[in-house]
């Protein structure tokens, strides 16, 4: 039987009384689909995409070469430039598709506003850089995302536009000549994409950090959709 607390009735035991559970559900199905797919994609595209750039890790002439970064081998996948090429353009279509797929769910079901970086949140970012990484005051949680989770997101959003358009250029280089020009010609979309993939790189890290540090409930919703007790929904219903 439900405690007194939420059929009305009196409680004769103040001390036993149920707490109420709270739950938000952060992440439709759509989202959860393509971010675990993306997390496959992006794994197989950034070591395969090392393989490649060891066949030639240069972004000068090419005579004489001069190696900007020794690549580990082992950090690597294909095995030589034939094979890595195969699994980067296998895989950059479920990278396509996916993120597609993202974008115009975000912006069909306006839940992009959750995560969207905005002016107004400029403010907030340094507070929780400082809470994160010099062990300041955790600032109060008003959103399902903070200011520096929301500029992390829309970064990595913007590397995955800019690592999508530059690999055309790479893969169709004649066909996407057009799409070249703007990005100062094949050799410099060669550079954007390298730059774009180390975003990806950058990011990921931090994200897992971010995902232990808050918990298995965090962990949990991007399997279910659902979070347990979100510290902003706690805050709502104290105000």
């Known amino acids: 039987m439900a405690s007194g607390a939420q059929t009305g009735m009196p409680d004769a035991q103040p001390e036993a009384r149920m707490q109420l559970v709270t ?5 439709p199905w759509a989202i959860r689909f393509t971010h675990w ?3 496959a994609a992006v794994a197989v595209l950034a070591a395969s995409g090392l393989r490649i750039f060891r066949a030639f890790p240069s972004f000068g002439a090419k005579i004489p070469e001069h190696d900007l970064v020794n690549i580990p081998q082992a950090l690597t996948l294909g095995g030589w430039l034939g094979g890595a090429l195969q699994w980067h353009f296998t895989f950059m279509w479920l990278f396509a598709g996916s993120g597609v797929l ?13 995560v969207l970086f905005l002016p107004r949140d400029v403010k907030g970012v340094w507070p929780m850089a400082r809470h994160y990484f010099l062990f300041g005051p955790k600032p109060p949680a008003t959103e399902q995302y903070n200011a520096l989770q929301k500029l992390a997101y829309t970064t990595t959003v ?3 536009v800019a690592s999508l358009l530059t690999g ?6 004649v066909q996407f ?15 954007w994409h390298f730059v774009a993939m180390c975003g990806f790189l950058a990011f990921i890290p931090g994200h897992v950090i971010m995902v232990v540090l808050h918990g298995w409930s965090n ?3 991007m399997l279910t959709g659902w979070k ?7 805050r709502r219903s104290a105000e």
């Open 23 to 27: 739950a938000a559900y952060e992440h």
């Open 37 to 39: 797919l993306n997390a």
């Open 102 to 114: 993202y974008l115009a769910y975000q912006l069909i079901s306006g839940h992009y506003k959750t």
């Open 158 to 160: 913007l590397c995955g």
């Open 168 to 173: 055309l250029v790479l893969y169709k280089p």
């Open 177 to 191: 000549s057009w799409l070249a020009w703007p990005m100062g010609g094949y050799h410099l979309a060669r550079v």
């Open 219 to 221: 962990f949990a919703s």
């Open 228 to 234: 347990r007790d979100p510290e902003y929904l706690s």
